[in-house]
């Protein structure tokens, strides 16, 4: 690895710092180096905040040294007003001549305004360091801009004999297949998520609260499917704790493919990923239409001998670990 690469693989490691907080934003990670020494980094902070490069440039006390040193960051720095003025000027003003970047940013709005920004300014740009795994720690942002939807997931547990719910329950509330670190994890996902959608049958069965109860962070926006409004507004994914919106006749047309338009839906409301959890229809559906980017399944070590099954697709294996008696596997859309 030479010493692009490191300071982009650093750029990335702290860019997760923002994992669950900037969106729609991207988690940017930016490192200023001066001599082969770091004297500068910083992540985006929480949507409406600084970015990236911002934050960098605000921890390097002595603002002389920017104009010897070298901006490494991990997406192309961006070039007009949104919540925040343009990097790339800010970038122009300390004078930083040399910005190393992993990958170019394909919002329409910056899509290489940002570089020629920079190279008018008289910088040296150097592009693609790491180029892959950047698009990869990016892929929330790039897949809602370039698919014009967010990134998909999709999650479920089931048990050794492939079930993931039982035919018959005593209660409406989950009948739990994994074991509580397991539950805990799956917490820790929603807080890295805008938002999370079940179907109305999860909600009458299980009356979930969708939130991240086990783990500390924000609650994702709740998606339910109730074209037919049977849900009771007692139920607790009508509380306070996170917005809910629901998934209505008359803002889907359920005679067209549905996993499609629910992604616009979600689209419009600059959405930029979702987490499904819902029973086997909603999950299949989504996988029928092959609408998913990512697939996270866990499998316990119950067994039910019969129940619902567990939805059928297919996917590439990218991880798979133990979770004390559970074993979770995660699987990307080829």
Same mark, same amino acid.
């Given at each position: ?81 949104? *919540?925040?003025?343009?990097?790339? &000027?800010?970038?122009? *003003? ?24 920079? @190279? ?11 180029? %892959? ?5 990016? @892929? ?37 297949? %994994? ?24 909600? /009458?069965?299980?009356?979930? $609260?969708?939130? +991240?109860?086990?783990?500390?962070? @924000? ?14 507004? $007692?139920?607790? +994914? ?32 600059? =959405?930029? $990923? +979702? ?6 229809? %909603? ?19 119950? %067994?039910?001998?019969?129940? +619902? ?9 990218? $991880? ?5 008696? &559970?074993? /979770?596997? =995660?699987?990307?859309?080829?």
């Amino acid at each position: 690895m030479n010493s692009h690469e490191t300071y982009i693989t650093r750029c990335i490691e702290i860019a997760k710092n923002g994992l669950g907080t900037t969106a729609p934003n991207p988690m940017v990670g930016a490192v200023i180096v001066l001599n082969n020494k770091i004297i500068g980094e910083g992540y985006t902070s929480a949507y409406g905040g600084n970015h990236a490069e911002v934050n960098a440039i605000n921890s390097v006390e002595n603002k002389e040294l920017l104009k010897k040193a070298t901006l490494y960051v991990t997406l192309e720095p961006c070039s007009h007003f949104g *919540k925040t003025p343009p990097c790339s &000027d800010l970038i122009i *003003k300390h004078q930083i001549s040399t910005i190393v970047i992993g990958c170019q940013d394909d919002n329409e709005q910056v899509a290489g305004k940002g570089i020629a920004k920079l @190279k008018a300014a008289g910088c040296e740009v150097t592009l693609g360091i790491l180029e %892959t795994e950047c698009k990869q720690h990016h @892929k929330r942002f790039f897949t809602f801009h370039n698919k014009k939807r967010p990134y998909i997931i999709l999650k479920w547990a089931q048990t050794k004999d492939g079930f993931i719910a039982p035919l018959i329950k005593d209660e409406k509330k989950p009948v739990w297949i %994994t074991n509580e670190f397991s539950r805990q994890l799956v917490h820790k996902w929603r807080a890295e998520e805008q938002a999370i959608l079940v179907g109305t049958n999860t909600v /009458l069965e299980d009356n979930p $609260s969708l939130t +991240v109860r086990d783990w500390t962070g @924000k609650n994702p926006t709740r998606l339910v499917i109730d074209r037919e409004l049977k849900l009771p507004k $007692s139920h607790s +994914v009508f509380n306070e704790d996170a917005e809910t919106i629901l998934v209505l006749d008359n803002n889907v047309d359920f005679k067209k493919p549905l996993a499609l338009q629910i992604a616009g839906l979600l689209h419009s409301k600059t =959405i930029n $990923s +979702v987490i499904i959890e819902g029973g086997a229809k %909603t999950l299949q559906t989504f996988i029928d239409e092959n609408v998913w980017d990512e697939a996270r399944v866990f499998k316990g070590s119950k %067994t039910f001998n019969d129940g +619902v099954k567990a939805p059928k697709f297919k996917g590439k294996l990218i $991880s798979e670990e133990n979770i004390i008696d &559970d074993t /979770l596997h =995660i699987y990307a859309n080829n």
